[in-house]
């Protein structure tokens, strides 16, 4: 316990304008990576723009580590299909957790992180100071693959006994 940093609760969100892997649409799913962790949301039956809204939560024992993103379309028969990928790095995350923030109006933007070559946003995102706690929402743009997004929400939870940021 007293190696882990905290648990980083990743809320899955969306996808948007997913790569039809079947006929018509796709069945996606993600897979969220953080050194030897691997979690998995469920399954949307035909759907390119699908909602998960689900959180998966890692243990966080190293901030430099990046998170990697995973969307497959489900196969019955086969292997499932690659629908892209994405990474991101937690580091701004953890510098706005660390400033240790109290009183701050809710909806207060702490920073900005601008999309660049090493990072797979889509978007500009927000570090946002929103009831009390430190939230990052993040637009991933897949790499690998002819189109599609995955919207994403980072939480950090603390965790009596570790060790902390």
Same mark, same amino acid.
């Given at each position: 316990?007293?190696?882990?940093?905290?648990?980083?609760?990743?809320?899955?969100?969306?996808?948007?304008?997913?790569?039809?892997?079947?006929?018509?649409?796709?069945?996606?799913?993600?897979?969220? !990576? #953080?050194?030897?962790?691997? +979690?998995?949301?469920?399954?949307?039956?035909?759907? %390119?723009? &699908?909602?998960?809204?689900?959180? $998966?939560?890692?243990?966080?024992?190293?901030?430099?580590?990046?998170?990697?993103?995973?969307?497959?379309?489900?196969?019955?028969?086969?292997?499932?299909?690659?629908?892209?990928?994405?990474?991101?790095?937690?580091?701004?995350?953890?510098?706005?957790? !660390? #400033?240790?923030?109290?009183? +701050?109006?809710?909806?207060?933007?702490?920073?900005? %992180?601008? &999309?660049?070559?090493?990072?797979? $946003?889509?978007?500009?995102?927000?570090?946002?100071?929103?009831?009390?706690?430190?939230?990052?929402?993040?637009?991933?743009?897949?790499?690998?693959?002819?189109?599609?997004?995955?919207?994403?929400?980072?939480?950090?939870?603390?965790?009596?006994?570790? !060790?902390?940021?």
């Amino acid at each position: 316990m007293e190696h882990l940093h905290g648990l980083l609760r990743i809320h899955v969100l969306r996808g948007v304008n997913l790569a039809k892997r079947d006929v018509l649409s796709s069945d996606p799913y993600v897979i969220v !990576r #953080m050194g030897k962790q691997k +979690l998995k949301t469920r399954v949307v039956d035909k759907n %390119v723009n &699908p909602e998960w809204n689900e959180d $998966l939560t890692l243990s966080v024992d190293d901030t430099n580590l990046p998170v990697k993103i995973f969307v497959y379309d489900r196969d019955t028969f086969s292997l499932d299909d690659k629908m892209g990928d994405a990474e991101f790095q937690i580091g701004p995350f953890v510098e706005a957790l !660390r #400033m240790e923030l109290n009183g +701050l109006p809710s909806g207060t933007i702490i920073t900005r %992180v601008q &999309p660049n070559r090493e990072n797979c $946003l889509a978007e500009e995102s927000c570090i946002i100071w929103t009831e009390g706690k430190v939230v990052q929402n993040l637009v991933l743009r897949l790499r690998n693959v002819e189109s599609g997004e995955v919207e994403l929400q980072l939480q950090w939870i603390d965790i009596p006994g570790s !060790r902390g940021l």
